[in-house]
C-alpha cells in the first residue's frame, strides 16, 4: 500500500528498452506505477534501446528518441495516468566533438518538444570486479578533450547533462562542471559508491571517501543529483539476493545515510529523487521504493519534500508548471 498517496511525484529517472529476452514497455512501468502513488510525470534516460540499424552511426540514437515519444504520446492518449516520458534524456556521442551538434538538433526535432538533454556513461573501473554497469566507456572520459568540445554544444542548444560514474570518478566530474558552468549537470544514482568486488569489506571507507567527494561537488552550483539507484547491484546491499523483496522500512534504513548525505550538501533545491526502473527492480517493487524515500524524509519540512519529489525534477528537466 502506497503511503501518503496525494503526495505528487515525478519519476525523475526511468528506463524503457524493447529487449527480447527482458522487455520493459509502457505498459510495464505504468502496470509499477498504479501503486496507489500519485506519480504526475516521468523523465526517460537513455539506455541503448531500438538504435536505428542503418545511416549514419551517430544518427541511429535517434531511433530510441523516437521509440519514447511514441511510447509517450500512447500514454497522454490516456484519459489518467501519469505522463509518460515527458521528458526525455538520449545519447549522443560527444567525442565526435562539433560535428555532433547537427545530430543534437536532430534530437531535439525528432523528442517533439520532449528532448531536454543527453546522458553519455562514464562509469568506469580498472577493476572488473568492482564494475557495476554494463557499459564500457574508456576511462578518464569526461577530461577527453574531443569529448569536452562535444559537451560544449550542449548549452547553447538549452541541453543538459546527466551524469554517470562511480565514486572513485567523481573529482572528474568536478573538473567538468567547473569548466562548464553553463551547463546544467546532473549526477545520477547519489555518485555511483562502489560495494562490491575490492570494495564490498570497505563500506565505512567508501562512505568516507564518497561523502567527501559529494560535498566537494555541492560547491558547482550548476550541478544537481539524483536520490535513488540503490537497487543496483553495485550498491552492495544485497536485496536482490533474497527470497522475498524487502519491505520499505528496511529499504529506508538501508538508503537514509546515503540521501540524507546529499541532501545537507546539495540542499533539497538541487535534489531529486529517482525509481530508477526496471534496472532496481531486481531489488524491491515500485510502490516499496517510493514508501522507503517517504519514511526517510517523514518529518522533513513539506517544501523540502516538495522539492525532492517534485518541484527539483520540473525545474531542471523544464517539464512545465502543470506536471
Not at 45 to 64: F, M, N, V
Not at 185 to 200: D, E, F, S, T, W
Request: aromatic share 10%; charged share 20%.
Amino acid at each position: 500500500m502506497a503511503l501518503e498517496p496525494d503526495l505528487p511525484i515525478i519519476d525523475a529517472h526511468h528506463h524503457l528498452w524493447d529487449r527480447p529476452r527482458t522487455p520493459y514497455l509502457l505498459e510495464d512501468f505504468l502496470a509499477d506505477a498504479a501503486g496507489g502513488h500519485d506519480i504526475r510525470a516521468s523523465v526517460f534516460i537513455e539506455c541503448e534501446t531500438s538504435y536505428r540499424s542503418g545511416g549514419d552511426a551517430l544518427l541511429r540514437p535517434l531511433g530510441e528518441t523516437e521509440f519514447v515519444v511514441e511510447a509517450a504520446a500512447c500514454a497522454a492518449a490516456r484519459p489518467a495516468g501519469p505522463r509518460v516520458a515527458h521528458g526525455i534524456v538520449g545519447f549522443a556521442e560527444l567525442r565526435a566533438g562539433a560535428a555532433i551538434r547537427p545530430v543534437l538538433e536532430a534530437q531535439i526535432a525528432a523528442g517533439a518538444g520532449r528532448f531536454r538533454g543527453v546522458r553519455h556513461i562514464a562509469a568506469w573501473h580498472a577493476d572488473p570486479m568492482a564494475r557495476g554497469s554494463v557499459a564500457t566507456p574508456p576511462p578518464m572520459l569526461l577530461l577527453d578533450p574531443a569529448f569536452r568540445e562535444g559537451f560544449a554544444q550542449l548549452a547553447p542548444l538549452g541541453l543538459s547533462f546527466d551524469a554517470w560514474m562511480y565514486h572513485t570518478q567523481l573529482a572528474e566530474l568536478r573538473d567538468l562542471a567547473d569548466a562548464f558552468p553553463e551547463t546544467r549537470i546532473v549526477l545520477n544514482h547519489v555518485g555511483g559508491p562502489i560495494g562490491i568486488g575490492p570494495y564490498a569489506t570497505r563500506r565505512r571507507h567508501v562512505f568516507a571517501a564518497w561523502s567527501d567527494a559529494i560535498r566537494g561537488l555541492s560547491h558547482c552550483p550548476n550541478l544537481h543529483i539524483k536520490l535513488g539507484g540503490f537497487g543496483m547491484r553495485l550498491f552492495g546491499f544485497g536485496f536482490h539476493e533474497g527470497a522475498d523483496p524487502p519491505e520499505s522500512a528496511r529499504l529506508a534504513e538501508a538508503w537514509r545515510p546515503w540521501i540524507e548525505t546529499c541532501v545537507e550538501a546539495f540542499g533539497p533545491a538541487r535534489c531529486m529523487f529517482e525509481s530508477n526502473f526496471p534496472v532496481d527492480k531486481a531489488s524491491c517493487g515500485y510502490t516499496e521504493l517510493w514508501n522507503a524515500f517517504k519514511r526517510i524524509t517523514a518529518n522533513w519540512p513539506p517544501h523540502e519534500r516538495a522539492a525532492l519529489f517534485h518541484d527539483t525534477a520540473a525545474r531542471f528537466y523544464r517539464l512545465g508548471s502543470d506536471t
